[in-house]
């Protein structure tokens, strides 16, 4: 009989009344100039009743210059968190608590996107940090009103969500990603 290691606890148990899952913004800061963080971007859409993508929504918000600008529902995934819960939380964050939305219970992502502070490596920018971004298509049924600091939520086709005037509103390549969602749901040609 082989005889099995005693390993201390604390090396298999957590503390898991310490973890919130939210960092201060000291510590933010400093995991931000270090690793990439995990995001996830939700392009939500309205569908008929064969399926087929009808309307995008957009965010209207305002950035850290001043300046409004269309935008997805975007954020952090949490420590300890599934990717699931992530964009159903910032889905009912940005759209409110009866957007409906349709996320499966197995979620795949459309495409992955990866922001970096340095613009021009690729089509995506953070000036915060390296962000690695899940991005999802997901159809909302319910009543979306804009939350937090979002100042308008406008629901329009694929083809104007995709046009050069709206994507010319869009900041950080998330336009790109839009392009992206309606080509995957076949909207874009």
């Known amino acids: ?9 604390d090396d298999f148990y957590r503390d898991t009344t310490q973890a919130s899952g939210w960092l201060t913004d000291e510590d933010l800061a400093v995991v931000r100039a270090q690793l990439p963080l995990v995001y996830v971007d939700a392009v939500p859409v309205r569908v008929d009743e064969s399926g087929d993508v009808v309307s995008v929504g957009l965010l ?22 599934r ?33 970096f502070p340095t613009p021009g490596i690729t089509a995506y920018h953070d000036p ?3 962000a690695v971004a899940l991005a999802y298509v997901v159809p909302v049924t319910g009543d979306c ?3 937090q600091n979002a100042l308008d939520l406008a629901w329009m086709t694929p083809e104007e969500a995709c046009s050069e005037a709206v994507q010319a509103e869009m900041a950080n390549g998330q336009g790109t990603l839009v392009k992206q969602a309606m080509a995957h749901v076949g909207r874009l040609l």
């Open 145 to 147: 009103r804009p939350q």
């Open 60 to 81: 209207l918000r305002v950035n850290t210059q001043g300046v409004i600008t269309r935008a997805l529902v975007s954020g952090r995934v949490m420590y300890h968190e």
């Open 83 to 115: 990717i699931r819960d992530a964009l159903l939380r910032h889905i009912e964050k940005d759209l409110g608590p009866v957007a409906l939305p349709q996320v499966p219970p197995s979620p795949q992502p459309f495409t992955v996107a990866e922001y």
């Open 128 to 130: 915060r940090q390296h």
């Open 1 to 9: 009989m082989t005889d099995t290691a005693d390993y201390p606890a």
